[in-house]
Structure formats: C-alpha cells, structure tokens
C-alpha cells in the first residue's frame, strides 16, 4: 500500500451503519451512510433525523444491528467481522448540548477528573495547555454555578481533551447559546480544531454553523 493512501485511510471517516431505536413496530429505524477524507466532518440534519443516535453508535453506547465504524483508519465497529470495541477502550471526547459538569467541583477539579481518567496513557493534552488554548485560566477556583454557558462549554471542551481522546465528538454545542455568545465560542472549536489534530465530528441543526468548523458536510435525514 503506498503512503498516501495509508494517510488517506488515517484521517477520514467510514461509517455504513443501520441504527434501531425501540421497538420494531413503531421504534426508529435509519441507516446512516458516511464516507470522508477529511478530518473534521459536520453532521447536519432536523430534529429526530438521529443524529445524536449516531454520534451514540461512535461512542459505543447504541450498537448498530448491521454495517461497520471506521474513524481514523481503526475499526470501532464491524458486526460481519465481530468486531465491537466497548465504549471505554474507543477514547472518545464527547461534549454535549449542555455542559454536564459536575455541580460538586470546581473548574479545575472538573477538568483534573478528564485527566485522571486517562491514567497511564500515552498523554497528549496536558492542563496547562488545554487551559491556555481555551482561555480558562481565571475560571479555575471557581464553582460552575456562576459561569456563564460559553464559560462551561469551554470547560467541557477542555474535560474531553484531557481524557486524551482519540476522537472528539460535539453534540450541538452552541445550541444552548443566545448568538453572540455562539460567535465567541466559535474561535475556541476552531482552535481545539487546529491544535488537537483529532478527528472530529460536529453535529448541529445550523448549515451556516458547520461551515466554519467543518471540512466537510453530511445531511441526514
Ligand atoms: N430509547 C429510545 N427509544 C425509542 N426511540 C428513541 C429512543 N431514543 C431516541 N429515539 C428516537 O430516535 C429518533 C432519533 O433521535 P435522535 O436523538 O438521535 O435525533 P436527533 O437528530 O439527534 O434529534 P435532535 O436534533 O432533536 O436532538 C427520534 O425519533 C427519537 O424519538
């Protein structure tokens, strides 16, 4: 195999998958085809169309019931082969809607708790670093009561960096924003982009959103 194709093979996304959801009577039943090159890819699509099913179906928390999970150039999920990595050993960086810190801890020990459940692991993304690149640095003693939903969505980003993820995965991050605090978040996921080097996909309702985070663009539905 020459060396641009193995590169090739690396960075992108192969995902054929069919997804099913409650019962086979009146549950939801989808198949999602996603095929890409690129590394940082967008998942577009109304409510319902399943798009958080999919991102589910990456993680390894919703198993397809046929198809296959290529991110990367490794194989998550191929249910011809048996292949089905369980959701801790796939290292995903996932970021919700909503922040989902814990209440109980303060910005830092939110963002030490990513860290410490990457134990032993070869470590790319070190708390000094994530903190500078999303601009946390004055948040750290401070609870997550008061911060505001950019200032979480920063934390959050920057707890699923430090779990030293292998792909990061974004749910609609800005869609509990009003829109101008999604114009200041997007510089910081344009950054973690540009400096994490990850495979990324990011999901959101909004085309125009995408089009400033995203490679390439995926509608389903
Ligand atoms: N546990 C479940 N049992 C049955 N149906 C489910 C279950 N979870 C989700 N669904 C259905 O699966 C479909 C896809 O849901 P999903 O949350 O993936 O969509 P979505 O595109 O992310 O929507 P939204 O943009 O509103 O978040 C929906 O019709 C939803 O009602």
Redesign the pocket.
């Known amino acids: 195999m020459n060396a641009a194709v193995s590169a090739a093979e690396n960075t992108g996304f192969d995902i054929d998958i069919e997804l099913r959801?409650?019962d086979a009577r009146s549950?939801?039943r989808r198949a999602f085809a996603i095929r890409s090159e690129h590394r940082v890819i967008a998942v577009v699509?109304?409510?319902?169309?399943?798009?958080?099913?999919?991102l589910h179906a990456i993680a390894g928390l919703l198993r397809p019931v046929r198809g296959r999970i290529v991110v990367a150039g490794e194989t998550l999920f191929d249910r011809e082969r048996r292949i089905d990595l369980p959701a801790h050993r796939r290292r995903i960086g996932y970021v919700f809607q909503d922040a989902r810190l814990f209440p109980h801890l303060d910005v830092r020990a939110n963002l030490l708790y990513g860290l410490r459940g990457a134990g032993a692991r070869e470590r790319r993304f070190e708390l000094d670093a994530i903190v500078e690149l999303l601009g946390i640095g004055h948040l750290l003693a401070r609870g997550t009561a008061g911060l505001s939903g950019g200032e979480m969505q920063r934390v959050a980003l920057g707890r699923a960096l430090l779990s030293q993820p292998r792909i990061l995965l974004l749910d609609?991050p800005l869609s509990m924003l009003d829109m101008n605090r999604r114009d200041e978040l997007l510089p910081y996921l344009q950054r973690v982009r540009e400096e994490s080097g990850l495979p990324m996909i990011y999901?959101s309702?909004y085309p125009e959103e995408v089009r400033r985070i995203a490679e390439d663009v995926h509608r389903i539905?």
Do not use: C, I
């Open positions: 959801r409650g549950g939801f699509g109304d409510s319902g169309a399943g798009k958080t099913s999919l609609e999901v309702h539905g």
